[in-house]
């Protein structure tokens, strides 16, 4: 059988924290902030939790996590 791999891009924005929830940087703040509002910029700080609907697909990206 061949290895299990964990997803290169997956494990450059993804860490699983120790109670099983995965954490995920916010989008939409990278570029074009001029137009942004300071609110919206300002919104966007910090790191959220991924979506339970979405944890299938993060964890078949990052099979050795144990999700």
């Given at each position: 059988?061949?290895?299990?791999?964990?997803?290169?891009s997956a494990k450059k924005r993804f860490r699983v924290r120790p109670g099983?929830?995965?954490?995920?940087?916010?989008?939409?703040?990278?570029?074009?902030?001029?137009?942004?509002?300071t609110k919206n910029k300002r919104q966007l700080r910090g790191a959220v939790n991924v979506h339970?609907?979405?944890?299938?697909?993060?964890?078949?990206m990052l099979p050795m996590a144990g999700l």
């Open positions: 059988m061949p290895k299990m791999k964990t997803k290169s099983g929830t995965v954490k995920r940087g916010q989008a939409f703040k990278r570029h074009i902030l001029t137009k942004k509002t339970d609907s979405n944890m299938g697909s993060i964890a078949q």
